[in-house]
Structures are given as C-alpha cells and as structure tokens.
C-alpha cells in the first residue's frame, strides 16, 4: 500500500520559476527522503530529512516536515529545464526494516 | 561500475511462464530491496535482505514470487507463472547499513521492464 501522497500530481512552469511540491504521510515515521526519477527508470536520492529536524537545504533544494501535520515540502528554487523529472517523497513506516513507502508522485515540467 | 546494475534492462515474455532478474548492489552494502513500479505509481516495496536472510518479505504479492541472495550480494528475484498483471519496472536497492530507520539512504538500480504478454 502507498503512504504518501503528492500533491500536485503534474506540475508545469517555466524555467527560473521555483517550484513546490507537497506530500503526506499516514503513520509515525523515523525520516522522510525525496527522490527523483527521470523516465520512469532508477530513483536518484535527492534529500532525507530525520523526523526531529523541521527544515533541510541542499543546493537548490529546500525541505520542510511539520511531523504534527503529517507532511512535508520540497521547494526547488530557480528551476531548469534539467529539473524535469518525477519527485517522489518516501517514508519509513517508523520500524527498524528501512524498506521505503513511497507516494505517487508530482511529475514536473520545467519549459526552457 | 559503482552504482548498483540489474539485468536485464528489459525482458519481454509470454503468460505462464518462468523469469529470473537480477541485481548487482554496491559493493559492501549489506541491506538490498527490491520494488515494483507500475505505470503511473510510486514504486512498492517487495522484499529486502539483510545479508543472505529475507528479513521482510512482506511485500511480496503471493507465492509466485521469490528472491535469493545466497552470498549476501547478488539477488536474483523469480517469478513463476508470469501473469498479464506482473508487467512493471522492477527496481532494485542497496544501502550501506541496515534500515535502522535513522538514516536509510537507499541506492537504486536502473530497472528492468518485464512485460507479459
């Protein structure tokens, strides 16, 4: 079953623009990772963020969990045409395994 | 190379019958996972090994699935009398630690597309 879900499901902008994407989660969790993947093929891991932390940065990429809400954001700020990509949040589901629940998705298109 | 490699990138083949795929981790990374990902979703958990050992095999839709990894490396997930439905990218994941849940980076594989026909 999927924990997550992104919100939006597609998303279109131009290249420059920042762009949001948002994702929730169901149970407690140990940490919450993002992940890109291009051409429905291998994710990329783009940022974990541990459920005691609230906000991470990395590069371009901004990430923020509010746990009391169940949630989490991925801002990508000055967006390229490069960025365009599927964003996936995925989560624990607070056990010791590690074996990710992912959501479905937000599909991103970045316009030169 | 150094990132994780599964083989075969593709595999088409018919109703019924028997398909082997396989992953190739990180070097040294003791924890492996492997997903399923239909068109339009986020990727599912099926399985994940700590060493030789199935430590979750939860994940797994039913019995004609099953994975080895009989020298903590290598994986190889099986699937018995294919069906219509078994059609998705299988990807594979290696981490460096097992999922203690603190920090779980995992690693992924390119895939490989099974279609049945």
């Known amino acids: 079953s999927q924990q997550g879900e992104e919100d939006p499901q597609a998303l279109s902008i131009q290249e420059g623009e920042n762009a949001t994407m948002n994702c929730s989660y169901k149970t407690s969790i140990n940490n919450l990772q993002w992940y890109r993947q291009n051409s429905g093929r291998g994710l990329v891991h783009l940022i974990l963020?541990?459920?005691?932390?609230r906000e991470k940065h990395s590069g371009r990429l901004r990430v923020t969990l509010d746990t009391s809400k169940k949630s989490s954001s991925l801002l990508i700020t000055a967006s390229r045409a490069a960025d365009t990509a599927s964003y996936f949040c995925a989560t624990d589901d607070g056990g010791s395994q590690g074996n990710l629940i992912f959501g479905k998705g937000t599909k991103l298109s970045v316009k030169p | 190379g150094a990132g994780v490699s599964q083989t075969p990138s593709n595999k088409v083949t018919e109703k019924g019958k028997y398909v082997e795929l396989r992953c190739d981790p990180i070097?040294?990374?003791?924890?492996l996972y492997w997903y399923r990902q239909s068109l339009g979703q986020g990727p599912e958990f099926l399985i994940y090994?700590?060493?030789?050992?199935?430590?979750?095999d939860s994940g797994l839709p039913n019995d004609r699935f099953f994975a080895v990894r009989p020298e903590g490396s290598v994986s190889t997930l099986k699937i018995q009398r294919t069906e219509r439905g078994d059609s998705a990218v299988y990807l594979c994941?290696?981490?460096?630690?097992?999922?203690?849940?603190?920090?779980?980076?995992?690693?992924f594989g390119p895939g490989t597309r099974l279609t049945v026909l």
């Open positions: 070097s040294g990374h003791t924890a």
């Open positions: 963020i541990r459920s005691n932390e």
């Open positions: 090994f700590q060493g030789t050992g199935a430590a979750d």
């Open positions: 994941a290696s981490s460096p630690q097992p999922g203690t849940g603190v920090h779980n980076e995992q690693f």
